[in-house]
């Protein structure tokens, strides 16, 4: 895929990264050097961009050349859950997942495996069993297939959608959580045991941001870290329409279980829409994994609007009939760190003084198109050290954030705030930290600061 690189273009590509990297920034490949397809830009961040894929689509050429040419990590879709590899209880069916292996590895590209434990897609003998029947099945299940796949896949989703939705913050009932409550943990040692090179995942959905549900995943995994349960990450399926907006605090969200020693995925991303408002969504999305150091890619749930679970919705980066939708090159473009929507925001020119007592002061530089607007925050410490800081303003009727970066948000709209995180606290005084928010309507021209 990078064999056209030449030794000047790495250079250029290093020497940004080493920028960024430098500046806490994402990285920023310029315009001239910008990759022409999803998988091979990710790679530039040393990510993947992948999809799900039917293995009975592969026959059809549009979507099996959009496949080879844009995806460098595939997830099938339903051909390695319980129903499809394991018919009968000890037969094993691999046909379909392995014609997705084997594709994917003649393309060089990364496996996701989907998934060893599910409540759900369950054969109709399993749904018959219970107890210590269905817990040695499920054991063997995950021990079976992971062998068959082992050191082939990427990353394995090892249970799937375990917690319950609504306020509870607990486990959904099923057949397997009625086996005992350590079944998660069960099938993860099982998992690891059989492809100790997999990285084992927890994958759900309506986790996206901060709530009940996701806070008891954080929960789990925190759990799981103190007592040596193998866990290497977690899957965030990020399923959105309006119902389900790609929330505020993705990318903060994303970050908290990143900061618990696990790599995080965006593992089944859809967002029902069409044009700027879908290609706004896709860009947010995308650029909330690259924020993240541990947040290994992004897996869209299909390749054309046709192919997916809610077609209606049209909530992919293709038409039907395989054009690239706007959606896909404002993702493309994010990955780019390029600038259709929105454009990176100028470094401000004039960098006022630093304030003469404590405390703090914010100053925004402002990216402003019609209907949305990038802004970037420039916090400065006065005559002394900052330990925490908090910079408040006022968005107009209307206006909303709907992402932001290096900072912890509250509220989207009307007085919002937004407060540092783990790494950035700390500012010596006269010394600046910068922040960012992108949001819909008009932004904002002035904040205040706080000092904590
Ligand atoms: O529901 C969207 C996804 C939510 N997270 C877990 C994913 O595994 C899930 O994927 C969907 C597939 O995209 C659908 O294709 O899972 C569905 C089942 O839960 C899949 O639908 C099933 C149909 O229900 C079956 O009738 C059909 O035989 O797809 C099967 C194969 O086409």
Redesign the pocket.
């Known amino acids: 895929m990078d064999t056209t690189r030449s030794p000047r273009r790495r250079r250029v590509l290093a020497a940004a990264a080493a920028l960024a990297a430098a500046a806490g920034a994402v990285t920023v490949a310029s315009a001239a050097e910008a990759a022409t397809t999803l998988g091979a830009s990710a790679a530039e961040h040393g990510r993947y961009f992948g999809t799900?894929v039917?293995a009975y689509k592969l026959s059809d050429s549009t979507y099996s050349g959009i496949l080879d040419r844009e995806f460098n990590s595939v997830t099938p879709?339903?051909e390695m859950?319980w129903d499809a590899t394991e018919p009968t209880q000890g037969s094993f069916s691999y046909g379909s997942a392995d014609q997705i292996v084997a594709r994917a590895k003649a393309n060089g590209a990364k496996v996701r495996g989907?998934?060893l434990a599910w409540h759900?897609?369950q054969p109709g003998w399993a749904q018959n069993l219970s107890g210590t029947a269905l817990r040695n099945a499920m054991v063997n299940h995950v021990t079976q297939v992971a062998t068959h796949y082992k050191g082939q896949i990427d990353s394995w989703d090892v249970v799937?959608?375990a917690f319950a939705d609504g306020g509870s913050g607990g486990r959904r009932d099923s057949n397997l959580q009625r086996t005992g409550n350590d079944w998660i943990e069960v099938a993860f040692r099982a998992a690891r045991a059989a492809d100790p090179a997999a990285k084992l995942c927890y994958n759900d959905?309506n986790t996206d941001g901060q709530n009940a549900k996701s806070n008891g995943v954080y929960a789990m995994v925190q759990d799981f870290k103190a007592r040596g349960v193998p866990i290497d990450c977690v899957g965030f399926?990020s399923?959105f329409n309006a119902n389900s907006p790609l929330p505020a605090d993705y990318q903060a969200n994303l970050q908290r279980f990143a900061d618990l020693g696990v790599d995080v995925q965006i593992t089944?991303l859809d967002i029902e829409g069409s044009g700027t408002a879908q290609a706004n969504s896709y860009a947010s999305a995308v650029r909330a994994c690259l924020a993240v150091t541990r947040c290994n890619g992004i897996t869209v749930?299909g390749i054309r609007d046709s192919d997916s679970?809610r077609a209606s919705g049209t909530p992919l980066l293709f038409d039907g009939s395989g054009n690239k939708k706007p959606a896909y090159t404002a993702a493309l473009d994010a990955l780019n760190g390029g600038s259709t929507p929105p454009s990176t925001p100028p470094p401000s020119t004039s960098t006022p003084p630093p304030p003469t007592g404590s405390g703090c002061t914010a100053t925004i530089a402002l990216n402003q198109w019609t209907g949305g607007f990038v802004a970037t925050v420039k916090v400065t410490a006065g005559a002394s050290r900052l330990a925490g800081w908090t910079a408040g303003l006022t968005l107009s009727s209307g206006s909303s954030v709907t992402n932001s970066w290096n900072a912890q948000s509250s509220g989207s709209s009307g007085a919002v705030s937004f407060s540092n995180v783990a790494y950035n606290g700390s500012v010596n005084a006269g010394a600046s930290t910068e922040f960012g928010f992108q949001g819909t309507g008009t932004g904002p021209s002035s904040a205040t600061c706080t000092a904590r």
């Open positions: 799900a039917a879709e339903n859950k989907h998934a759900s897609q799937n959608e959905y399926q399923h089944e749930w679970w």
